[in-house]
T-cell receptor, first 114, second 115 residues
Framework: EAGVTQFPSHSVIEKGQTVTLRCDPI?????LYWYRRVMGKEIKFLLH????????ESGMPNNRFLAERTGGTYSTLKVQPAELEDSGVYFC????????????FGSGTRLTVV | AQKVTQAQTEISVVEKEDVTLDCVYE???????LFWYKQPPSGELVFLIR??????QNEISGRYSWNFQKSTSSFNFTITASQVVDSAVYFC????????????FGSGTRLQVQP
């Protein structure tokens, strides 16, 4: 089966610009998660979708970040306007609906804000 | 709140050496799961192991072994006879069995295996 796909793999943007990251989960996985690793620190949770609904967005840093999952399939994470501290690697993961913790992560999007 | 600490930021070994990556966690919950993930240079997070809090049996998978000790809140990972392909960043993570379904990660340990 295809894994979790994220694109772009790299993005370099200027401060103040907008960037949209995309995640395609494994087909049939109702749970979709976004995580972020900033500056070599720990990977931190951003939010969790169950199908198209936001189950938990407690990790979203501020209102410059907007995540959507229309139709319960792929998800987008938009940063607008981007700031320097948003640089990092953004990971997406998906898992089946049942609570079995079978997460599959994507390769991540490396975002650099200059 | 829960916390995962990986005190070793970077470890460098020579091929065929054994190496242990430390992971210490904090939680007040009695039911939780612990994970190890590997992030090779290609970037993806690769699942290595999941262990629940009621199973303290050590596990061995080929050259990999894991030592879970609830008494010291540790879940250490040992690679025996390391190889260059083991070079990666390794993350330890924790999730509670109730509440939010968010993994709490450590900051990772970068392992460099020199030929």
């Amino acid at each position: 089966e295809a894994g979790v796909t994220q694109f772009p793999s790299h993005s370099v943007i200027e401060k103040g610009q907008t960037v949209t990251l995309r995640c395609d989960p494994i087909s049939g996985h109702d749970n979709l998660y976004w995580y972020r690793r900033v500056m070599g620190k720990e990977i931190k949770f951003l939010l969790h979708f169950v199908k198209e609904s936001k189950q938990d967005e407690s990790g979203m840093p501020n209102n410059r970040f907007l995540a959507e999952r229309t139709g319960g399939t792929y998800s987008t994470l938009k940063v607008q306007p981007a700031e320097l501290e948003d640089s990092g690697v953004y990971f997406c993961a998906s898992s089946p609906l049942q609570r079995n913790y079978g997460y599959t992560f994507g390769s991540g999007t490396r975002l650099t804000v200059v | 709140a829960q916390k995962v600490t990986q005190a070793q930021t970077e470890i460098s070994v020579v091929e065929k050496e054994d190496v242990t990556l430390d992971c210490v966690y904090e939680t007040r919950d009695t039911t939780y799961y612990l994970f190890w993930y590997k992030q090779p240079p290609s970037g993806e997070l690769v699942f290595l192991i999941r262990r629940n809090s009621f199973d303290e049996q050590n596990e061995i998978s080929g050259r990999y072994s894991w030592n879970f000790q609830k008494s010291t809140s540790s879940f250490n990972f040992t690679i025996t006879a390391s190889q260059v392909v083991d070079s990666a960043v390794y993350f330890c993570a924790l999730i509670l069995d109730t509440g939010r379904r968010a993994l709490t990660f450590g900051s990772g340990t970068r392992l460099q295996v020199q030929p």
